[in-house]
C-alpha cells in the first residue's frame, strides 16, 4: 500500500463527515473501550508475528471494525458513521515507537506529516483520530474546559481506548499536534507534557536531532508564554508515564510543506533510540 496522500485523504473524509459543530462523533462506551484495548493488544501482536489474525478479526466484526490486511501493515477503522478513527500497524520486528496524530481537520496536515514519520521512521503504530475536536459541545469528563470529542483531553474516544491498549512501557510514544505560529516562533515545540523540571535523553536526543537538521525548535520550558500553551501538560495520554511521551508542535509553515528535514529528523532519531534500547542489543 502506497501511504503517500493517504493522510491528506483521511483528514478530508474526516473535514467532510466530522468537521467542526457538525456533532457526528460517537463516543465509545465503557464496555467498547474495554474491548478496543484488547482488540489493539492482540492487533500489535499479530503485527509483530505472534498473535491470532482471525481471532482479532472476529473481535473487530463485534465492534463493527474493519481489518484490513496488508503486505506491510494492518489497518483498522471503523465500518460505521462514529468517528472512531483508524489505527494502523507496521508488520515486523518492534521499535518501539507509536505515532499519534489526535487533532485532523483543526490541526491542518497533521495527519499526512504523521503519517510521513511513520513510515520513514519505521514506527509500529500510527493512530489517528477521527473527528474534529470540536465536533461535540459536549465537555470532556475529565478535563470540563474541553470537548468530548477532543481526543488528547477525552477519554471517551477510540483514540485514548487504543493508545491505553497498545502502548508498552518500553515505547517512546510521539504525538503529533498543529500551532498557529507567529514571526519569530520556532517550527516545532517539543516537550514531554510534565513540568518538573526534567527532560527526559528521548527529548533531548529528538531536539539535537532537529538542531542538525537545521530546523529551528525549542523544548517547552513551561514559563514562556509559548512554553506554556504548547508544552501539552493537560495531554489526557501524557498521563501515563509507563511509556516516554513526547509532545511535538508544527507550525504552519511546517506543516503545509511537510518538511522533509523535519520528517528525517526524527526518523533519524528513532533508529538512534531503536538501537539504544536494551531490548535491541546483543
Request: hydrophobic share 35%; with cysteine; charged share 25%.
Amino acid at each position: 500500500m502506497q501511504l503517500s496522500g493517504l493522510g491528506d485523504r483521511w483528514e478530508a473524509s474526516i473535514r467532510a463527515t466530522h468537521n467542526r459543530g457538525m456533532e457526528t462523533f460517537v463516543p465509545p462506551t465503557r464496555e467498547q473501550g474495554m474491548q478496543l484495548e484488547q482488540l489493539v493488544r492482540e492487533l500489535r501482536d499479530v503485527a509483530e508475528g505472534h498473535g491470532d489474525l482471525e481471532a482479532a478479526r472476529e473481535d473487530a466484526a463485534t465492534l463493527d471494525l474493519e481489518l484490513v490486511e496488508l503486505d506491510r501493515h494492518l489497518l483498522l477503522q471503523d465500518q460505521s458513521p462514529r468517528g472512531w478513527g483508524k489505527a494502523l500497524f507496521r508488520r515486523g520486528e518492534s521499535r518501539g515507537l507509536v505515532v499519534e496524530v489526535p487533532h485532523p481537520g483543526s490541526d491542518y496536515r497533521t495527519p499526512e506529516l504523521g503519517l510521513r514519520i511513520f513510515e520513514e521512521s519505521q514506527a509500529d503504530v500510527y493512530l489517528l483520530a477521527g473527528a474534529n475536536r470540536y465536533n461535540r459541545a459536549e465537555p470532556s469528563l475529565e478535563q470540563p474546559d474541553r470537548r468530548l470529542s477532543d481526543a488528547a483531553h477525552s477519554a471517551a474516544t477510540f483514540f485514548h481506548a487504543a493508545h491505553c491498549g497498545f502502548v508498552e512501557p518500553r515505547d517512546r510514544v510521539l504525538q503529533v499536534h498543529g500551532f498557529g505560529s507567529r514571526e519569530g516562533d520556532p517550527s516545532v515545540v517539543i516537550s514531554d507534557g510534565c513540568d518538573d523540571g526534567f527532560d527526559p535523553p528521548a527529548l533531548t536526543g529528538l531536539a539535537g536531532k532537529l538542531a542538525e537538521a537545521e530546523v529551528p525548535a525549542l523544548i517547552a520550558d513551561f514559563e514562556s508564554p509559548l512554553g506554556k500553551r504548547l508544552g501539552g501538560k493537560t495531554n489526557l495520554q501524557a498521563q501515563n508515564r509507563d511509556a516516554t511521551f513526547l509532545h511535538m508542535e508544527v507550525g504552519e509553515a511546517a506543516r503545509r510543506e511537510l518538511n522533509p528535514q523535519l520528517v528525517r529528523a526524527v526518523a533519524e532519531w528513532a533508529g538512534e533510540e531503536f538501537s539504544s534500547c536494551p531490548a535491541n542489543q546483543g
